[in-house]
């Protein structure tokens, strides 16, 4: 069993967040919800309710097996915080997977980590990527060392399943 | 690869449709998603669309391994139609795979299937249930030959699993 982090936040792309977490719930590892509060309940674009476990600032990377950033407009207001960045950072500095799709690359971009690296994202953000010096590409899977990432929700039985078989390898 | 069918329809439940939909993409199985007006956007009881692409009296049950039968209040007014309960008599007698959860069963009921056999359901539905002779019991996964039943959404990681693994074997 796994323990993967989850970023979530108010206008969280709704399927984004809940089929790679049913998905990696169902192949037995556990999935730890992370926003600015600690037991607040967010809501997805779609008005998907989903309550925050654990506060951002108080998250031990260590403690975490990988990293699922769902996308929507939550990472908007996700990567402003120092405390994100930085557990983006530890983590990707350990080698741990990070899993990120559609808009939510742009926490990875102000986290500093996607210089030289192969990655996708939502066309929206693809000019912002590719300022960062990430080498993007229009394909509904890109796997990068411990970057994996896709485009949108149409991508998510693809997405998750890259996840999945990256943390059975870990 | 194998076809599966699902009902849809206004006020489904919107994870017990997506979650085993994506799940079964990611298999390589097709979903196909039939409801009243084929070509009709329906909304789910958080709002995600999702689009028919069959309407039920049109549809061949002989061209599906299995059925999907999601929740939400979407069966209320599909087990009306005498195109749906035909589809389920269908398919039950051909033992084909019925994929039911959370308030799907009440399309079940209407069609005369439960007699004597093991399901579960929502904790609404169960006097429903089992004044239509079903064998009921309160567990996260039931399965009864063809049939399999869940709960409600915090489920899904056993039933999509579930109707996956039988139709491997199928």
């Not at 108080?58 to 769902?70: C, G, K």
């Not at 890259?162 to 390898?169: F, K, N, T, Y």
Request: charged share 25%; glycine share 10%; aromatic share 6%.
């Amino acid at each position: 069993m796994k323990r993967i982090l989850a970023f979530v936040g108010d206008l969280y792309e709704d399927l984004e967040l809940w089929y790679p977490k049913i998905r990696l719930q169902e192949a037995g590892h556990e999935v730890v919800l992370a926003g600015l509060e600690a037991g607040r309940t967010y809501h997805g674009k779609k008005g998907i309710p989903c309550r925050a476990q654990a506060a951002v600032s108080e998250v031990d990377p260590e403690a975490y097996d990988a990293l699922l950033v769902p996308g929507g407009f939550m990472p908007d207001r996700l990567r402003r915080e120092a405390s994100v960045l930085q557990i983006v950072r530890r983590m990707d500095a350990a080698g741990r997977a990070i899993a990120f799709i559609c808009h939510g690359g742009w926490i990875l971009i102000s986290a500093g980590i996607l210089q030289g690296r192969r990655a996708t994202s939502t066309r929206a953000i693809r000019d912002d990527m590719v300022n960062a010096g990430c080498l993007w590409s229009d394909e509904p899977l890109v796997i990068d060392g411990n970057l994996i990432s896709s485009r949108n929700p149409g991508d998510l039985h693809h997405f998750a399943l890259a996840l999945v078989e990256h943390l059975q390898l870990a």
